[in-house]
């Protein structure tokens, strides 16, 4: 006579060691996926922030290139002949750009390293360069060391470097087997091959093929990293990228018509070299790479392997001093700490506990929470 | 689109046409998965890029996500019926193996992809798709939230868990006799539960605090509680300042939901001392329970009352951010009601009961059946809103930022008081001279947590690298104010500093 059944409670689940939600029991759904969209509004209120250096000699295209991917004038791209000296010494000066798209906002920094590799002598000019990445570190580690934090640690440290290789056709020389040698161990490092329309297109794979194996050889791991890879899919992606690597790009800042269209590129009386054209270069995948699909990977791999690697360098380097009151230990880092590499460690992502690192095992482990 | 720096770029449409495709496709060594790919592009797919929203989240969710597959799955066949509803998960990025010279490298972001088409790479640079990069790695990371509740027993916290989660996680839970409970002390408990929806997984913990208020002599009896949340503020300090950081688990309590009865008159002592205690470690959300025993008015001048207590004795409950001034009205009538609906007013079910031929979760009583889900009976459907699905993060991120950040200071301040002192100490003596007996019964009378912290600390680091001089804090950077800046502890080396909110 009662119209109102009421009904068992919700069956457990068969089950009991870890109780799900109950689809056929479930009436309504919580709504846990809308994190997601708390966090996305978040990140696009406070912003995003990037920094790229760029290597290689003079005259390679690097600014040009620099522009061509952010599609701005981070830089007047300095064109040969224009009575601009070169620079005794490398210096490296960078410049940043606050640019917004759809909504987003991207704080860039370019730094660019004029005068590496051009003197007669190039012996340690790597030297600053490592000095000026691991100076980044240092003071993100200063401001993580503070009492009182901030609530955004700025980052300036280095996500990207792309290092320019000279289109020689060859192999790989002695000053870029050097440097990369030791950039590949403080930050994640892009090879490409630059100003690609002086080979053709059998030369460029020639090229390429020898690239990979010098790299193989000499134990050099560039971005994206093998040992990174998180699971299944990444795999597969970034093996397609890694065959690819060294990307032969070309820039260009000017633009051109061709069939009617208008398109960036360098004109020749032999025809014109489209930027964005993949067979005449491979600029589009290095743009999806570092901007479109990797950007963040990018700033993950610096912020949990490069940066941790750096700090754990820096917190057990200071147990030589004496030891004293109060909290942060750091002495001022000597500039041998700055610019000489560390050791090569094949460290891992923070969710990747199967194996351990050598020397990195805490003291005192700690029970897993149940 | 405005951008401090920009190209004044035409940009043409291409003629981009399958055979082309088909074409180049043959050059290329043979891909599988790519070759039934392109057969699947059914050429410019036209996208619908969410808007860029640049407001906290309304409950309803404007558009309806399509269901989104499974990320993991190791199956790399390109799946055709599915393209209408096509997100990130299923697209890989197969760009690295040029196609055809017109071909845009497919984007893996699909329907979330914020560019419209081919045009786009010339127009723009392309980093709008960060959210959905930052997106991908928190749904394969997963996300973890720690709630806890306190209160009197029989204040309904576990059906309410239950409810609210959607979960049975005190179907094995024995109710103590009076006699036990007699000797009970307060005990801290942790549940923790996996939740799966929409591909995204969150873990989460619930905190329980079983005999809490239940002794005959209740003094006190919030320091266990206190003493559990420091404890996981220490764990994460310890962890976080150690050498390996890899795999930090981060047990620090988010939320606490705290149990008023219905039955008082407002909030009574025990009340007011256990908010007292926590508020400066803990996001704190007033719950009124049971409130089906309350009729509408009642509710009304009981939480008006419970408001007024809660500002009279200075207690710091969990503040909402305030709306940009850009929501629209609509969006802002939501927010203030919100603001007003503090204490919630909660009724918790474990049944299901039918209504009107709906099945719902609710309490059948003879006068009447009392829904759970039903806005107009009880304030649950706010309360898990605000909890789920628009502050979950932002709950997450004052507990980082501001309690977490209170205590390491603190921490660090006492670590070294105590240890200049001990330094002082060192020196002041000199050999022969016989104790400076006050200040070592001052350094030793209680070991603090900071001592422990400090003598744990240097035990735990390999090379153990410790500590010099004092830094000077920098001086704080100029940033817009939140309105929250309450929450900030003065600090005595630097005068209190405007936490923001970018």
Redesign the interface.
């Known amino acids: 006579m009662d119209p109102?059944?009421?009904?068992?409670?919700?069956c457990?689940?068969p089950r009991?060691s870890?109780?799900?939600?109950?689809p056929c029991?479930?009436?309504?759904?919580?709504?846990?996926?809308?994190?997601?969209?708390?966090?996305?509004?978040?990140?696009?209120?406070?912003?995003?922030e990037?920094n790229i250096m760029v290597v290689g000699q003079t005259g390679l295209g690097k600014s040009t290139m620099v522009n061509t991917?952010?599609?701005?004038?981070?830089w007047k791209s300095t064109h040969p002949g224009t009575g601009v000296s070169m620079p005794q010494t490398l210096q490296l000066h960078s410049e940043t750009?606050?640019?917004?798209?759809?909504?987003?906002k991207?704080k860039l920094t370019v730094t660019d390293t004029p005068g590496f590799g051009d003197q007669i002598n190039n012996d340690k000019c790597w030297e600053p360069i490592l000095g000026y990445i691991n100076e980044q570190y240092e003071r993100y580690l200063?401001?993580e060391?503070?009492?009182?934090?901030?609530?955004?640690i700025p980052d300036t440290r280095v996500h990207c470097c792309v290092y320019f290789v000279p289109p020689t056709g060859h192999c790989l020389r002695p000053l870029d087997i050097e440097l990369l040698q030791r950039l590949c161990r403080t930050v994640n490092v892009v090879p490409v091959i630059a100003r690609a329309d002086s080979l053709t297109i059998e030369e460029r794979e020639v090229f390429r093929n020898r690239i990979q194996q010098n790299l193989k050889t000499h134990c050099i791991e560039v971005y994206p990293q093998k040992c990174f890879d998180?699971?299944?899919?990444d795999r597969?992606?970034n093996s397609?990228?890694r065959?690819?690597i060294p990307f032969a790009v070309v820039g260009a800042d000017r633009?051109h018509l061709v069939d009617?269209?208008?398109v960036l590129g360098r004109k020749t009386k032999w025809g014109v070299i489209e930027v964005?054209?993949?067979?005449?270069c491979?600029f589009?995948?290095l743009?999806?790479l570092l901007?479109?699909?990797?950007?963040?990977?990018l700033k993950?791999i610096t912020h949990?392997v490069h940066y941790?690697n750096y700090r754990?360098g820096?917190?057990?380097?200071?147990?030589l001093?004496p030891?004293?009151?109060?909290?942060?230990?750091?002495?001022p880092a000597t500039p041998e700490q700055l610019t000489s590499p560390r050791p090569l460690r094949a460290c891992?992502?923070?969710?990747?506990?199967s194996e351990e690192?050598s020397?990195?095992?805490?003291?005192?482990p700690?029970p897993?929470?149940? | 689109?405005?951008?401090?720096?920009?190209?004044q770029?035409?940009?043409?449409p291409?003629d981009r046409t399958e055979a082309g495709i088909k074409r180049f496709l043959e050059d290329t060594t043979d891909d599988g998965e790519l070759n039934k790919f392109v057969k699947d592009f059914p050429g410019n797919e036209s996208c619908h890029?969410p808007?860029?929203?640049?407001?906290?989240?309304r409950p309803q969710?404007p558009e309806p996500?399509a269901e989104?597959p499974d990320?993991?799955d190791?199956d790399?066949e390109f799946r055709p019926p599915s393209w209408s509803q096509s997100s990130d998960s299923q697209q890989?990025?197969?760009?690295?193996?040029?196609?055809?010279?017109?071909?845009?490298?497919r984007?893996?972001w699909g329907k979330l992809d914020?560019?419209d088409s081919s045009e786009d790479?010339?127009?723009?640079?392309?980093?709008?798709?960060?959210?959905n990069?930052?997106?991908r790695?928190?749904?394969?990371?997963g996300?973890d939230f720690t709630l806890m509740v306190a209160g009197e027993s029989g204040l309904g916290k576990s059906t309410l868990v239950n409810s609210?989660?959607?979960?049975?996680?005190y179907?094995?839970r024995k109710l103590l006799s009076a006699e036990e409970r007699i000797m009970q002390t307060v005990e801290i408990t942790?549940h923790?539960?996996?939740?799966?929806?929409?591909?995204?997984r969150?873990r989460l913990?619930i905190v329980d605090t079983p005999g809490f208020g239940d002794a005959v002599n209740n003094t006190e009896c919030w320091k266990p509680v206190a003493e559990y949340i420091d404890q996981q503020f220490e764990?994460y300090f310890r962890?976080e300042s150690?050498?390996?950081?890899?795999?930090?688990?981060d047990?620090r309590v988010h939320c606490c939901l705290y149990f008023i009865s219905p039955f008082g008159h407002g909030l009574r002592p025990l009340d007011v001392e256990f908010m007292k205690a926590l508020h400066q470690r803990v996001n704190i959300v007033p719950i009124l329970a049971k409130a089906d025993t309350l009729t509408p008015l009642e509710v009304d001048r009981k939480k008006r009352r419970i408001r007024e207590e809660i500002e009279r004795f200075g207690i710091k409950i969990y503040q909402f951010p305030d709306c940009d001034s850009d929501e629209d009205e609509d969006f802002k009538l939501q927010d203030q009601a919100l603001k007003e609906s503090i204490p919630f007013a909660v009724i918790g079910s474990?049944?299901?009961?039918?209504?009107r031929g709906r099945?719902?979760?609710g309490r059948?009583y003879p006068w009447g059946?009392v829904e759970v889900?039903n806005p107009g009976h009880c304030d649950f459907v706010k309360l898990?809103?605000m909890l789920?699905?628009?502050?979950?993060?932002?709950l997450k991120?004052v507990t980082r930022?501001t309690h977490y950040?209170n205590y390491?200071?603190q921490c660090?301040?006492s670590?070294?008081r105590l240890?200049?002192k001990?330094?002082n100490r060192k020196y002041d003596q000199k050999p022969g001279q016989s104790w400076q007996g006050g200040s070592q019964a001052q350094l030793w009378v209680r070991p603090s947590p900071s001592l422990v912290l400090l003598q744990?600390l240097s035990?735990?680091?390999?090379?153990?690298?410790?500590?010099?001089?004092?830094?000077i804090?920098?001086s704080p950077?100029p940033?817009q104010t939140d309105s929250r800046e309450w929450y900030r502890l003065p600090?005595p080396?630097?005068p209190t500093?405007d936490?923001?909110?970018?």
């Open positions: 109102l059944k009421r009904s068992p409670p919700p457990p689940s009991p870890s109780p799900r939600t109950q029991e479930m009436l309504g759904h919580v709504g846990i996926e809308t994190v997601l969209d708390q966090l996305k509004i978040k990140a696009m209120k406070t912003g995003f990037f991917l952010f599609r701005s004038k981070v750009h606050v640019i917004e798209e759809k909504g987003v991207l200063q401001e060391l503070l009492i009182t934090r901030q609530r955004h998180e699971d299944i899919n597969i992606l397609k990228i065959d690819r633009e009617g269209r208008c964005e054209n993949m067979a005449h491979e589009p995948l743009r999806d901007i479109r699909s990797h950007l963040q990977d993950d949990n941790e754990v820096r917190l057990n380097a200071s147990h001093l030891r004293g009151p109060g909290w942060v230990n750091l002495a891992r992502r923070p969710h990747d506990d690192e020397g990195l095992s805490m003291a005192n700690r897993a929470s149940s | 689109m405005d951008r401090s720096l920009g190209w770029g035409n940009s043409v291409e890029p808007e860029a929203k640049t407001r906290v989240s969710i996500r989104t990320l993991y190791d790399l890989y990025f197969c760009a690295p193996a040029p196609l055809s010279p017109s071909a845009r490298p984007s893996p914020p560019y790479d010339k127009e723009y640079v392309g980093f709008a798709t960060l959210p990069q930052v997106h790695k928190s749904v394969k990371k996300f609210l989660f959607l979960t049975d996680l179907r094995d942790k923790a539960v996996d939740i799966e929806e929409k591909g995204v969150l913990t764990q962890d150690g050498l390996n950081r890899k795999n930090i688990q047990n474990n049944t299901v009961v039918e209504v099945r719902v979760r059948l059946i889900e898990r809103t789920v699905r628009t502050h979950m993060q932002d991120d930022e950040e390491r200071a660090i301040q670590m070294t240890v200049v001990e330094r744990a035990s735990i680091q390999v090379g153990p690298g410790v500590l010099l001089a004092l830094p804090p920098l950077s940033q600090h080396c630097c500093r936490r923001s909110r970018n």
